[in-house]
């Protein structure tokens, strides 16, 4: 099982947008340099965002995008779920036919790791990661400022 580039990238610049969406609209190629992510890349997963009704855009001079709601109300699993990204540690896809048809030994293990991970990236919002994230952050000036 693994997360897939645009799925971490979905997140990526999802979180960089949170970030700086605070004094208007926010430009595709400034997260593409910012976040050393493909302009074309990124385009793309903004469509999808746009489409999952997680980020708004904005036309016109100074248009770029915004978020569609408070960084509180956005899960990481919407996020990953909306770059079209799945994890899935069954071979099956979830369909329990991985054994000659019906499901192998460990299918339920599987299923419900599944489970677990969709239930806690479910419970994790954007604003949780940016919270942990000026957490540590504070933590680093703190101790450069003790030098």
Not at 93 to 122: F, M, V
């Amino acid at each position: 099982m693994r997360l897939t580039t645009k799925g971490r990238f979905a997140v990526t610049a999802m979180l960089d947008l949170a970030m700086n969406a605070q004094n208007g609209a926010v430009k595709l190629n400034d997260i593409s340099e910012r976040q050393n992510i493909s302009l074309s890349y990124l385009e793309q997963l903004f469509g999808k965002l746009r489409r999952a009704k997680l980020v708004d855009s904005i036309r016109g001079p100074g248009g770029g995008y915004v978020l569609a709601a408070a960084a509180d109300e956005i899960s990481i699993a919407q996020i990953i779920t909306a770059a079209e990204d799945r994890l899935d540690a069954t071979l099956c896809s979830s369909k329990a036919n991985c054994h000659n048809g019906a499901p192998c030994l460990t299918h339920d293990l599987w299923e419900n790791l599944n489970r677990t991970i969709n239930q806690y990236l479910s419970s994790v919002t954007l604003q949780t990661v940016l919270n942990q994230k000026d957490h540590h952050s504070n933590k680093i000036v703190h101790l450069t400022h003790i030098n």
